[in-house]
């Protein structure tokens, strides 16, 4: 009887919320992507069930674009992508991997791992559906150097004897043990690469702090935080403890009374060779495989566009040469206008500046290496700031964007000056115009609106004001 009952239990929880879709206009190739919920089936997998509110990501028709690959990079930048059992719809791992059943995310799995997802057989017909794993899987094809490919399977019903691999999701980051140096679940270890680091606070949304390196202006510092990336107890921002001189004896793996929580990551992750062997690799391989397959979409675009630039360029330029009558020897030529936000379309205005700041322009202030060491610096196009100070940040700044991709509501890639003021100018009333940007990381910060600025040393920040044109 208990049986019985806990058979029904099941069998209405599973059917009482349907199965994850993916949505698409009639005639058309984009995906929507829908936010994600996770029940039970009856063998006990978790899988993904069905969203409330869809949203396009990317399309799936033909090669992906480098702005696909960004996109569900930073869609699906907090997942790793292990392998299920063969010949069925488990995954190895119950309790903490899921079925994948959103396409986008199987196509990133792909990129992740090497597998081919660009073909035309990727979501599979009805007359396969019974006989595949449901969700994502791995089956051997012909379209694929390596012959392997991931597919998708849509069946809302539970396939009884399908052949082939599922491919399962599980996060790619988790915290370690508070308040101890390291104390990752099992198959994670703790981010030891400074670079990870700042990239792993920006995709699971956590503000790195100012002053990210533990111990730069006061070594001691190494002794009291987990070594690593970690968690601060205190403001909850991201900071990086690289290993130093004073971590020997007891302390070779981290103070003995450290605060903090570690961030980990998978140890291992999937990887498909040339011979469609599956390797367990480093987590890192299979991000930079990820940005190779990028990179290389990047480039094949780039180059295209330079072909027919210059094609169009050639043509214009024989025209021009037919229709215009000869320059005046005595004319000067005009110079080419710089490109908009590029720093040589900075005008400085050192007039007002005091004699100090005026003759600090060496290559250690970090005023001069973004850009702008004067009192006043103003674009062409638009937009004037005004330089501050020096080696001075504001701890109490809210972060707006760096040189990393990000995927955070509120926050965009920044590389210029300009485009940290133009993200300090559209944050609204959330920021006063004063703000800071990292000479290094770009990292762009505003004061918030009616606070005063809480100042620290930072030899890398210049702070700014945005001035009224």
Excluded at 431 to 457: I, K, L, N, R, Y
């Amino acid at each position: 009887m208990t049986g019985t009952i806990t058979a029904l239990f099941l069998f209405a929880f599973i059917h009482g919320s349907s199965a994850a879709t993916i949505l698409s206009e009639p005639g058309s190739s984009v995906m929507r992507r829908e936010s994600k919920m996770v029940s039970m089936t009856p063998t006990g997998q978790m899988i993904q069930n069905e969203p409330q509110k869809p949203e396009t990501l990317v399309n799936t028709q033909g090669e992906l674009s480098p702005e696909d690959l960004t996109n569900l990079a930073a869609e699906f930048c907090d997942y790793d992508f292990p392998m299920g059992k063969d010949d069925s719809s488990n995954c190895s791992d119950a309790s903490n991997h899921s079925l994948i059943l959103e396409e986008s995310m199987c196509v990133e799995a792909g990129v992740e791992s090497g597998a081919t997802t660009t073909h035309d057989s990727f979501k599979i017909s009805q007359d396969w559906e019974g006989q595949r794993p449901k969700g994502c899987f791995k089956y051997e094809c012909a379209e694929a150097a390596n012959k392997v490919c991931y597919f998708y399977n849509g069946d809302g019903d539970w396939p009884t004897a399908p052949k082939g691999s599922p491919v399962c999701s599980r996060p790619k980051y988790l915290n370690g043990t508070k308040d101890t140096n390291g104390g990752c679940p099992t198959g994670y270890e703790v981010i030891q690469n400074e670079d990870s680091c700042a990239a792993t606070a920006n995709c699971l949304g956590y503000a790195a702090a100012a002053e990210f390196r533990i111990g730069t202006q006061n070594a001691s510092k190494t002794l009291e935080s987990p070594l690593g990336c970690f968690i601060h107890n205190g403001d909850g921002h991201v900071y990086f403890n690289k290993k130093g001189a004073l971590h020997t004896g007891a302390n070779e793996k981290g103070g003995t009374s450290v605060k903090g929580t570690n961030l980990c990551k998978v140890s291992k992750t999937v990887l498909w060779d040339a011979s469609g062997t599956a390797t367990e690799v480093a987590a890192d391989a299979a991000a930079t495989n990820a940005s190779t397959t990028a990179t290389a979409a990047s480039t094949t675009a780039t180059a295209a566009s330079t072909t027919a630039t210059a094609a169009d360029a050639a043509t214009a330029a024989t025209a021009t040469a037919a229709a215009a009558p000869a320059a005046d020897a005595s004319t000067a030529a005009t110079p080419a206008p710089p490109p908009p936000g590029s720093l040589s379309e900075v005008e400085e205005d050192t007039q007002n500046m005091d004699a100090e700041d005026a003759q600090d322009s060496s290559s250690d202030n970090p005023c001069s290496n973004i850009g702008c060491n004067s009192n006043k610096c103003a674009w062409a196009s638009g937009g004037v700031v005004s330089r501050l100070t020096a080696k001075k940040s504001c701890s109490n700044a809210k972060l707006l964007g760096s040189q990393e991709v990000t995927m955070i509501k509120d926050q965009a890639k920044v590389t210029t000056l300009k485009e940290c003021m133009h993200q300090v100018q559209s944050s609204g009333t959330a920021c006063s115009g004063f703000f800071e940007m990292h000479a290094d990381t770009f990292a762009c910060s505003c004061v918030p609106q009616g606070a005063d600025c809480t100042e620290t040393t930072n030899e890398k920040i210049c702070r700014y004001q945005v001035l009224e044109e």
